[in-house]
């Protein structure tokens, strides 16, 4: 059949109506089989074929902001120099959009950084470690080992034997479980927590995007100290919220009055990680408190990611927010038991605040997970009522590492630990490389993976690549030690 020839495929524009599938409506061929193009429009045939996605910003020639591009476009670049090129052209004026040749790709997404954790872990393909020399991993804020084992029986139990635990729950979490976070938050900060006040999350990572969800969207502004948590970050970049930085100063502290000179009309929240992800800083009860009252008297959120809350140094409760009048109408309070009990591949957190917040949370926790893991939730529970005496003792040990750490990184010519913390120290090395390059070099060189701080500040901060983060909950005193000596002997 005697087909005209389509124009080139970069200066074609799909009409705005419907999506025309085949293009222009013409009977198609059939789909492109073989090796995949090298670009868009190196092979004619299949950008004749494939199905255009609906939608101003999904075609070729014309991008959401609406401009459309007559010229053609420049040959991707692949970064990898790969043969199969997938690195499609991207719009000067939309920045993020990018126009793939399958499908169309969220701006917001594709704009944020990819997982920090999993990027380090890239760094040791390919790389060998001898018996006698094996890998020292500082990079990850994770147990290693598994729960203690009576806690692995009763989640084999309910396993076995409580049906309901394979099942879906209620969307904010099983009743008994928020009463017993309830009255564990309330015991521990001397406030009245209720357990309508309690939203069981899938992790507290889940609890975080659940807090945002419910009060900022596309265009708003939260404040985040720096460094920070990396997936804070990356939640409010895919949300298309500006995540404002809040430099903290030497002490790793954030200023309350930086803080409010950064406020402004889009301004929803302010987020504090206490103890630190990444810098280990326990903040004080009286500046958690200043934070409270500015956040109170602007009308914001005062979010509080406690994740790290049960390897405080401090004995006692760490602040006094809940024991304040009206306090859910600024607080929301995230908590783990990934840490706490081990359980990390089970995925459960909470999320504590107002009970009019509550029921937009519910909205969020429905739409993404429906409920918790039960058996999670069984062993959460399990473990508040059962675990005090070896959560103890397991704050004991990683306070004791904290010193350990402390001292053997303290000791190093030009080596400077800025903070120390639940499960981390936040160091200056003394090198002129960044962090970025010299966190790839010490796998290759000493056999230690740990996190550059260019992973937690923003892409212009000079303070991240002159840090490394050490998470050094998972090494004894004598791995610590190892660790300073494979450091001291670090060339660069
Ligand atoms: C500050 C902070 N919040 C949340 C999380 C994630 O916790 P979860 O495993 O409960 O999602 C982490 C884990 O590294 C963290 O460091």
Redesign the pocket.
């Known amino acids: 059949m005697a087909r005209s020839r389509p124009p080139p495929s970069w200066a074609r524009t799909p009409p705005r109506s419907t999506v025309p599938t085949p293009w222009r409506g013409g009977p198609c061929l059939p789909r492109p089989t073989g090796p995949r193009p090298t670009s868009p429009t190196a092979c004619r045939r299949f950008v004749w074929t494939r199905r255009w996605p609906s939608g101003p910003s999904l075609s070729l020639s014309r991008n959401p902001c609406g401009r459309r591009s007559r010229r053609r476009p420049p040959a991707p670049v692949c970064p990898r120099r790969c043969r199969i090129c997938r690195c499609p052209p991207t719009c000067p004026t939309c920045k993020g959009w990018r126009v793939t040749d399958r499908a169309p790709l969220n701006p917001t997404l594709a704009a944020t950084f990819p997982p920090p954790v999993m990027e380090a872990r890239r760094w040791l393909a390919g790389a060998t470690f001898p018996p006698d020399r094996p890998l020292i991993n500082v990079s990850q ?2 147990p290693v080992d598994p729960p203690p084992m009576a806690l692995r029986q009763v989640m084999a139990d309910a396993a076995l034997h409580r049906p309901e635990s394979h099942l879906y729950g209620p969307v904010l979490g099983n009743p008994d479980l928020r009463a017993a976070v309830a009255a564990t938050f309330s015991r521990r900060y001397g406030g009245a927590v209720g357990p309508h006040q309690v939203a069981i999350t899938q ?4 609890a ?1 995007c659940a807090a945002i969800t419910t009060l900022a969207g596309a265009g708003d502004q939260v404040i985040l100290p720096t460094p920070w ?1 990396f ?1 804070h970050k990356m939640w409010l970049d895919m949300q298309g919220i500006d995540a404002v930085p809040l430099p903290c100063g030497d002490d790793l502290l954030p200023d309350p009055e930086r803080a409010a000179a950064l406020i402004a009309p889009r301004c929803r929240a302010i987020v504090l ?1 206490t103890p630190n ?1 990444p810098s280990g800083a326990e903040y004080p009860a009286e500046l958690v408190g200043r934070f409270f009252d500015l956040a109170q008297a602007h009308g914001l959120a005062l979010i509080l ?1 406690e ?1 790290y809350r049960d390897f405080d140094s401090r004995d006692g409760p760490p602040h006094d927010l809940p024991t304040r009048p009206d306090w859910d109408r600024t607080v929301i309070q995230l908590y ?3 840490k706490a009990y081990r359980l ?1 591949g089970h ?1 459960v ?1 909470a999320l504590i605040a107002s009970d009019a917040r509550m029921a937009q949370v519910e909205k969020f926790l429905d739409t993404v997970a429906i409920s918790t893991s039960q058996l999670g939730q069984i062993a959460a529970l399990w473990g508040l009522g059962n675990l005090g005496d070896w959560l103890a003792g397991e704050r004991q040990a990683i306070l004791l590492r904290r010193d350990a750490a402390v001292a053997a990184l303290s000791g190093l010519p030009g080596w400077q630990v800025k903070s120390a913390g639940a499960y981390f120290a936040w160091v200056r090395h003394p090198f002129a490389a960044s962090s970025a390059d010299l966190a790839r070099r010490m796998v290759a060189e000493i056999g230690v993976l740990a996190l550059p701080g260019t992973m937690f500040v923003p892409q212009d901060d000079p303070v991240g690549p002159a840090h490394l983060r050490i998470a050094f909950a998972n090494i004894d005193a004598m791995r610590i030690a190892e660790l300073a000596g494979r450091l001291r002997g670090l060339q660069v």
Not at 203 to 206: E, I, K, S, V
């Open positions: 804020a994770a992790g507290c990572n889940q975080f948590y997936n990680v992800n990611d994740t783990s038991f990934s990390t995925r957190g």
